[in-house]
Every structure is written in structure tokens, then in C-alpha cells.
């Protein structure tokens, strides 16, 4: 009996240190949870607290941050004044669920603070079909969420997938994503999202769907994007929902790593 045993054991002892060695050796870029909403780990920041829209501005849709740049400080807050008036309209807190939720109309939801490289975590839910929305970096557009079966949209590319930059000229190879890795519609996706200077990376649901793209100036392709600028959560004719959204700055020394890495 226990000459049988003794193989099993040692069988299984490689299996399970082949196993562990595989693992390691795959990226791991899903975020240690702390096993609460909206409560960031270690080293990041939490952007939604959960209950109310602190933190967060009203951004017109669309609108050059090379524009936003050259107005008068007294013109831009008079704008704000605006805007923060339509996001009390159309962005609310559905504070019994602990989540951000768009009504798909009117201006985007942008963070108050501005910030240059970063690496970011946002978990979103798409509510209905057919819908679309996405994440803006420093005011540009952007990393793409939609239906993989809308129909309306499969010239447009939706069935390759979220998670790419959707709006980046069509010889960039981020404009599609390397994967297909969305949920079904009415389940939860996570993006893991890094900017380091103008280069992107983006992993949905752990799967990595661009790999160190260039962004895009959308608004002026002959210019690129400014160094600094507020992430921003797209509204476009759907309801959409936002929650667990945690940054960390990335600083210079890490940044130039990161590039270096790839030549940049």
C-alpha cells in the first residue's frame, strides 16, 4: 500500500511545482482586491468613494484639450459651472450598489485632478445591448467599450472587441484590440490601463488588448497629445456603470524604464 502511495505523492509534487513555475511565469496584472468596493490597495488611489460624486467634474463630450488649455481661467470656470450642472443631471451614484451610473446623455464624468503618467483599474458594466461608451486618457478618446453584437456597429469594427484605441489613425496597430476579451453583456469587465508619455497599454479582463500603442491626438492628428489631463468616463446613448476605479501615478524614473524597454 504505501509503495503505491510514495509515486503519487512525488507525481503530484512535479505536477503541482510544474504548475506553480507556469503560473509565475504568466504577467499577472489583475489588482490584489481588498475585499471591499471602491477601496483601493496598496500604492493606488481610490477615484470613487463609493457614495457620492466627489472628485469627479462634468467634461463637455468631445472637446479638444488643446482648446481647453488656451481659455482664459475665467471663461473655463464659467464653462465648469456649466458642466457640473449637466453631470448632476445625467451621472448619478447608485449608493446601494456602490457604483457610478451614466445615463448616456450630455456632458462626460472627468476627474477634478489632472495627471500625466499613470496606471489605472476601472471595472464597467454595459446594462442594456448596443451600447457603447469608453475611457478617455488626459481628455483624449480613447479606450473603446462596446457591444461585440451590436449590428449597427460591425463596420465599424465591434466584433473584435473592447479594449483597444479605437479613435487612433487606422495604421496604428493599437486601434484594434490584439484579443477579443469582453463578458457578455450585463456582466462586469475590468480594464487594467497604463499611459507612460503618448505610449498606452490596456488589458480587459486580464487579457492584454494593446501593447504599448501610440495614442492618437484625435482632435489634431498632426500634434500629440498634451503630457497631463483627466481621465475621463465617456457617456454615448447608453447607460453604463462604473465602480472600483483606483489610480497611482507613475513616476519618472519608472516611466523612463518602461520606455526604455521598448525603445521609446
Known amino acids: 500500500m504505501f509503495t503505491e502511495i510514495r509515486p503519487m505523492r512525488k507525481q503530484f509534487a512535479t505536477s503541482f511545482g510544474l504548475f506553480a513555475a507556469v503560473m509565475l511565469a504568466v504577467p499577472q496584472t489583475a ?5 471591499k468596493l471602491n477601496t483601493a490597495p496598496a500604492g493606488f488611489t481610490a477615484l470613487f468613494n463609493g457614495t457620492d460624486l ?5 467634461i463637455k463630450g468631445d472637446y479638444s484639450p488643446h482648446i481647453q488649455a488656451s481659455l ?3 471663461e473655463l470656470a464659467a464653462m465648469q459651472v456649466t458642466w457640473n450642472g449637466l453631470r448632476d443631471q445625467h451621472w448619478s451614484v447608485d449608493k446601494a450598489k456602490g457604483e457610478i451610473v451614466s445615463d448616456g446623455q450630455s456632458v462626460f464624468l472627468g476627474t477634478a485632478k489632472d495627471y500625466a503618467d499613470f496606471e489605472l483599474y ?5 446594462v442594456n445591448h448596443n451600447g457603447d461608451s469608453g475611457i478617455y486618457l488626459r481628455g483624449y478618446p480613447q479606450v473603446q467599450i462596446w457591444d461585440v453584437d451590436n449590428p449597427k456597429e460591425v463596420a465599424n469594427g465591434a466584433p473584435k472587441g473592447s479594449g ?4 487612433d489613425n487606422p495604421d496604428n496597430p493599437g486601434k484594434w484590440p490584439l484579443v477579443k476579451a469582453d463578458n457578455p453583456v450585463g456582466s462586469w469587465n475590468t480594464f487594467h490601463i497604463k499611459m507612460i508619455g503618448t505610449r498606452v497599454w490596456v488589458w480587459l479582463n486580464d487579457k492584454q488588448t494593446v501593447d504599448g500603442a501610440v495614442l492618437d491626438n484625435y482632435f489634431d492628428r498632426k500634434i500629440s497629445v498634451l503630457p497631463k489631463g483627466p481621465v475621463e468616463l465617456q457617456t454615448h446613448g447608453s447607460e453604463i456603470r462604473f465602480r472600483n476605479i483606483y489610480i497611482r501615478e507613475i513616476g519618472a524614473v519608472e516611466a523612463k524604464t518602461a520606455l526604455d524597454k521598448i525603445g521609446k
Open 164 to 167: 483597444a484605441l479605437w479613435n
Open 72 to 74: 482664459a481661467p475665467d
Open 54 to 58: 466627489t472628485g469627479w467634474r462634468g
Open 31 to 35: 489588482l490584489p482586491q481588498t475585499g
Open 122 to 126: 476601472v471595472d464597467w458594466l454595459m
